[in-house]
């Protein structure tokens, strides 16, 4: 039971009369708030589709599928796919504006603590929009977390439970629409917002689809038409011999009767796809649903059902293929290595052999290894040729799910456009940013960024120049605090996991108070600003990123007044462009070529989100720290220099 809307104040679940908060173990002094045994967090999607348009990065880029001119005969965005066209057919009204939203949700379980620990797995839920053009589209900053499904075990079948807050808002946005302003155009306009589909693994499939991914029936395309049958050694499900009704009716394969399962020919067409209407007729006529297993595989009617244009979407669950891709090589790469504990190929599959085909040397030896992996990226009509050639070569238990599933592979890249577009690689790489970043990090005594060249306290002792000011604008909208000033202390660089090169850069910094007339003073007149050098800032929160720091330095009055003697004067420094050039080993002769300009660019670096305990690891060379301060300095000014650097290893 979710505790929403109208059961929002119950303390006693409905079904099952359970408790909604915890006990409070022995006698407290003071009365405790109360702790419940499971919360759903939930991030409203409507405001943040509604900053879509609140931005001129994205709000022109959100009529690009109205606007860009097609090509026939090339899908190369969900926009030049049936799917989206069939919608638009079906419901002018929505695409009559271009502004509207068509939405994508993804899915999947996640484990935010190491392998060691007791398991635990939330559910993310991520809305994607498919409006922007494809270098846009499906990037990480247009991915919004929707919704955290807690744990500790797999929701299941009531994953629909807790989508109830976000159906709730997509309905208001398909029904109603809400008013938003395009700053693009200048001009308020009422948005509306539909999901085309959903996108997660197999079990997840199962999960939001209401259609099961177990048992011999678990192909959600195939359904009680599925050939799958029981090994009878093997005692596991296969998918072996049940591609042949794929084929062109006078295929020469649907006439074997030595490759395939033995004595049979294959007569039948290929099973038909039902039509939205039609799975839900036949959802809406059980409340229960008998047979299960034999006739169906459905364990529920999924609350997408109750989306007023879910039945007229032409998929409405996405077959995930990097899931697909993955086990089906796997299981290839693995039989034909013959991979322990993972090999298809064991004595029961050799006794199946025998029982189901007819192969007489394949029994109980060693496979053949000839397979042409190349045709895998065939068309629709070569897929299922693919796979009767891998049946005439594996036994049948290498047939499970999985190596059924690509036969539909080109149906739903024909109807929903480009693969990327609907698969889980960017979503599972964006996972691996939940693993914070590694322990071990990078210290820098000098670093460049937003045109300011910043040292540390330490490295700054002993010379004539001060570099080690930062100020960062304030941001709690309090109105006695001005921006932030401190001195720099440390800079660390972060590494997230990832296959990509995921670096955060942060300061370490000690800040002065930042409360007016307390810590910090501004001149009423000239705006001039004073920091009291003497207050700190009580909160611990001494880290910023370092793309967010300008640079100061702080100065001291000569006045020998009382009034301004624990103060310090702020100077902001103006930035500067760098010099990249490479270092060039002297030689004895002239180069024949050189370059008319030399490249000028200002570093930046990326934000971050958070920050975990870490293990220090200093660094003492690099290409933004090794650069002279001043040509004019003293040989002995140098000579303190490098001491100061070897001190702070």
């Known amino acids: 039971m979710l505790y929403y809307k109208d059961d929002a104040t119950k303390v006693i679940c409905r079904t099952c009369n359970a408790p909604r908060f915890k006990q409070n173990s022995g006698k407290q002094r003071r009365p405790k708030k109360d702790v419940p045994y499971s919360r759903l967090f939930y991030l409203p999607i409507i405001p943040r589709l509604q900053r879509l348009y609140a931005s001129m990065s994205s709000a022109g880029h959100m009529r690009w599928h109205k606007k860009k001119i097609a090509k026939s005969d090339v899908i190369s965005h969900p926009s030049d796919a049936e799917a989206w066209k069939h919608f638009d057919r079906v419901h002018p009204s929505f695409a009559a504006e271009p502004r509207n939203i068509r939405l994508g949700l993804y899915t999947d379980g996640f484990t935010p603590y190491s392998q060691t620990a007791t398991p635990y797995s939330c559910w993310p839920v991520i809305l994607t929009p498919y409006n922007l053009p494809p ?69 997840a499939y199962g999960m939001l689809s209401g ?16 050939k799958a049958f029981t090994l009878k050694h093997g005692g596991k499900n296969t998918w072996f011999d049940c591609h042949r009704m794929f084929l062109h009716a006078n295929h020469q394969f649907r006439r074997n009767k030595e490759a395939f399962v033995k004595n049979r020919i294959e007569r039948s ?86 029982e189901f085909c007819r192969r007489k040397n394949l029994e109980l030896v060693t496979t053949t290894d000839e397979l042409s992996e190349n045709a895998l990226r065939r068309y629709e009509d070569n897929i299922p040729i693919i796979l009767c050639k891998l049946e005439k070569i594996f036994p049948p238990g290498f047939f499970d799910s999985m190596e059924h599933l690509p036969v539909h592979l080109p149906y739903e890249a024909r109807v929903g456009g480009p693969v990327q577009y609907r698969w889980m690689y960017p979503f599972e790489r964006l996972q691996a940013l939940a693993w914070g ?169 990326p934000t971050t989100t958070s920050t975990i305990e870490m293990e220090l690891e200093d660094v003492n060379s690099s290409t933004s720290s090794e650069e002279e301060e001043n040509q004019d300095e003293s040989e002995d000014t140098l000579e303190s220099d490098e001491n100061s650097f070897d001190d702070s290893d």
Not at 136 to 156: E, V
Not at 212 to 221: D, I, Q, R
């Open 269 to 354: 067409p290929p099973p038909p796809r039902l039509s939205g209407d039609e799975i839900l007729q036949r959802l809406s006529n059980e409340s229960k649903f008998p047979g299960y297993g034999v006739q169906h595989n459905w364990i529920k009617k999924s609350i997408f059902w109750t989306l007023p244009y879910w039945r007229t979407n032409l998929i409405r669950h996405n077959l995930d293929v990097m899931h697909i891709e993955k086990n089906f090589l796997d299981n290839i790469f693995n039989t034909i290595m013959d991979v322990k504990g993972k090999s298809k190929d064991n004595v029961k599959a050799r006794m199946d052999i025998k």
């Open 437 to 605: 970043p590694m322990r071990k990090v990078k210290t820098w005594p000098i670093y460049i960024v937003n045109g300011f060249r910043f040292h540390t306290k330490s490295w700054s002792e002993g010379r004539k120049t001060e570099n080690c000011g930062v100020c960062v604008r304030g941001n709690t909208h309090e109105e006695d605090e001005c921006d932030y000033y401190g001195i720099l202390n440390e800079v660390l660089d972060l590494e997230y996991p990832g296959e990509d090169e995921n670096f955060v850069c942060l300061f370490n910094c000690q800040w002065y108070d930042p409360v007016q007339n307390r810590g910090t003073r501004v001149h009423p007149v000239y705006g001039l600003v004073d920091v009291k050098h003497s207050r700190r800032y009580g909160k611990f929160d001494p880290f910023v990123l370092a793309s967010q720091a300008i640079q100061v330095y702080f100065s001291k009055y000569p006045s020998g007044r009382r009034d301004k003697q624990d103060w310090l004067a702020v100077i902001k420094t103006k930035a500067r462009g760098i010099i990249d050039q490479q270092y060039i080993v002297a030689t004895a002769h002239q180069e024949d070529e050189m370059s008319s300009y030399m490249p000028v660019e200002i570093e930046d670096m």
């Open 211 to 226: 259609w099961s991914t177990a048992g011999k029936l678990a192909c959600p395309y195939c359904m009680e038409n599925s």
């Open 135 to 203: 270098e846009m589209c499906m990037t990480t900053p247009f991915m919004f977390l929707t919704l955290i499904i807690p744990g500790p075990h797999n929701p299941k079948a009531k994953i629909d439970i807790y989508l109830q807050p976000l159906i709730d808002d997509l309905k208001l946005l398909w029904e109603e629409g809400v008013l938003t302003y395009d700053i693009s155009i200048k001009q308020n306009f009422l948005l509306r917002a539909a999901l085309l589909w959903t996108i997660g693994d197999f079990p």
